[in-house]
């Protein structure tokens, strides 16, 4: 939860989407906003939400932070 708050901090927007239609990647996840980078997104579909959290806060880091994890 910091890295999420930090994130919103930045002016970005955290989604986390459950897709009812879906029977595998049924999490959507993004990351928007001007920081992240020319195209403004960092998205993963995903099954395991856990991972997806970490892989798009591990995005941002990278992108925004310039940290390398």
């Given at each position: 939860m910091?890295?999420?708050t930090k994130i919103r901090e930045d002016s970005s927007v955290v989604v986390i989407k459950l897709d009812g239609e879906r029977s595998e990647?049924?999490?959507i996840l993004?990351?928007?906003g001007e920081k992240v980078?020319?195209?403004g997104?960092?998205?993963?579909d995903t099954s395991?939400?856990?991972s997806g959290l970490s892989f798009i806060?591990?995005?941002y880091a990278t992108k925004?932070?310039?940290?390398?994890?």
């Open positions: 910091p890295f999420l990647d049924i999490y993004l990351i928007s980078d020319s195209n997104l960092i998205r993963i395991d939400l856990e806060c591990v995005k925004v932070w310039g940290i390398e994890l």
